[in-house]
């Protein structure tokens, strides 16, 4: 003799279907938190190339003008190219120059950085300590 099986059930209950939901949503944010993580750090480590390479520009400059800086190697990248500081910003980078007769002052920034978006929190770049700050 056979005995009937219950009436069986195909697919998901309503609440199966919301756990599933819920976890994929879960995982989803992870993914996103994490992916602007990295891209947060990649544009944070540009920055500190682009702000390197700009100091090696100036640099270079100074030597070739007997340690003297000023006017000639004033620039912002939102503005006119400068010749005596033959670099373009990475995509998305601002970047200032200030400098007097012995001295100079790099600051980079990006708007879509994590440590640093605006002007008051670029990257400096100084050729001596407090030298930002002064000029």
């Known amino acids: 003799m056979t005995i009937p099986l219950k ?12 756990i599933v939901i819920a976890v994929i949503g879960i995982l989803a944010a992870m993914s996103l938190v994490s992916y602007n993580g990295v891209q947060g750090n990649a544009r944070d480590k540009v920055i500190l190339s682009d702000a390197e390479s700009v100091a090696t ?3 270079r400059y ?4 007997e340690g003297t800086y000023g006017s000639a190697v004033v620039w912002s990248s939102s503005g006119a190219a400068n010749v005596n500081i033959p670099f373009i910003p990475s ?11 012995a ?6 920034y990006n708007p879509n950085s994590s440590s640093y978006k ?12 407090g030298v930002c700050s002064v000029l």
């Open 118 to 129: 605006t002007v008051s929190t670029a990257y400096k770049k100084e050729s001596a300590p």
């Open 57 to 59: 520009e100036v640099v």
């Open 91 to 101: 995509p998305g980078n601002v970047i200032a120059v200030t400098a007097d007769s």
């Open 7 to 18: 009436h069986q059930k195909n697919g998901f209950t309503i609440v199966e279907l919301i």
């Open 62 to 65: 100074g030597v070739n003008h």
């Open 103 to 108: 001295r100079y002052c790099i600051r980079v």
